[in-house]
Nanobody, 118 residues
Framework: QVRLVESGGGLVQSGGSLRLSCAASGPIDNIVALGWYRRFPGKDRELVARISGSGTTTYEDSVKGRFTVSRGNVETDVNLLMNNLKPEDTAVYYC????????????WGQGTQVTVSS
């Protein structure tokens, strides 16, 4: 069973930056997209940013111009650079990989807490 492991969360002041990283414990083929979601207390997970296999990026409106999603040197690695963080960015962030091969399969990380103080 391949697992995704996130790192880089923590506490930062408003206006600061954090870089989240995600690595898979094993190979994953037929990747359609990689990305990051977040969950606010009492809410469902929402998409923050994703990058497709062809390199097309998509961002949630509130993070456009502040967050940058990128792939790492290993094809299953995905990073999220978060600049100009705001208190409303406080959430648990999850990395995600979507695989398509005889059906869809989603891989999720365990989540990493990001807290932005005002």
């Amino acid at each position: 069973q391949v697992r995704l492991v996130e790192s880089g969360g923590g506490l930062v002041q408003s206006g600061g930056s954090l870089r989240l990283s995600c690595a898979a414990s094993g190979p994953i083929d037929n990747i359609v997209a990689l990305g990051w979601y977040r969950r606010f207390p009492g809410k469902d997970r929402e998409l923050v940013a994703r990058i497709s296999g062809s390199g097309t990026t998509t961002y949630e409106d509130s993070v456009k111009g502040r967050f940058t999603v990128s792939r790492g040197n290993v094809e299953t690695d995905v990073n999220l650079l978060m600049n100009n963080l705001k208190p409303e960015d406080t959430a648990v962030y999850y990395c995600h990989i979507q695989r398509e091969a005889w059906g869809r399969r989603d891989y999720w990380g365990q989540g990493t807490q990001v807290t932005v103080s005002s």
